[in-house]
Nanobody
Framework: QVQLVESGGGLVQAGASLRLSCAAS????????MGWFRQAPGKEREFVAA????????YYADFVNGRFAISRDSAKNTIDLQMNSLKPEDTAVYYC????????????????????WGQGTQVTVSP
């Protein structure tokens, strides 16, 4: 049983930084990509960033614009999302996701029904 557990969300002011973590368990993740999606109130879930577990290739949504960095720790089975220069429009529930696809671009287009998901962590950015 794959489990993804997010942590690190919170309430910050615009311009601040947060670091989200996702602890993965239940299987080996070689050949998988893992990443982050987010869902703001009244909006659809959208892709944020992803990383290929095997070679560390990364991929970001255009709106990230160099503000976020995704990384993985193979020894700890975790992925992190370092978020800098946060904006109020970054306010959302952030979800960790994993799928047996070899490139992060494939994860960005994944059908939600065919991915593993965490329960989410709230990020709120005040003006």
């Amino acid at each position: 049983q794959v489990q993804l557990v997010e942590s690190g969300g919170g309430l910050v002011q615009a311009g601040a930084s947060l670091r989200l973590s996702c602890a993965a368990s239940g299987r080996t993740f070689s050949g998988h990509s893992m990443g982050w999606f987010r869902q703001a109130p009244g909006k659809e879930r959208e892709f944020v960033a992803a990383i290929a577990w095997t070679n560390g290739q990364t991929y970001y949504a255009d709106f990230v614009n160099g503000r976020f960095a995704i990384s993985r720790d193979s020894a700890k089975n975790t992925i992190d999302l370092q978020m800098n220069s946060l904006k109020p429009e970054d306010t959302a529930v952030y979800y960790c996701a994993a799928r047996a696809v070899t490139t992060p671009q494939q994860l960005s287009r994944v059908d939600p029904a065919f991915a593993y998901w965490g329960q989410g962590t709230q990020v709120t950015v005040s003006p």
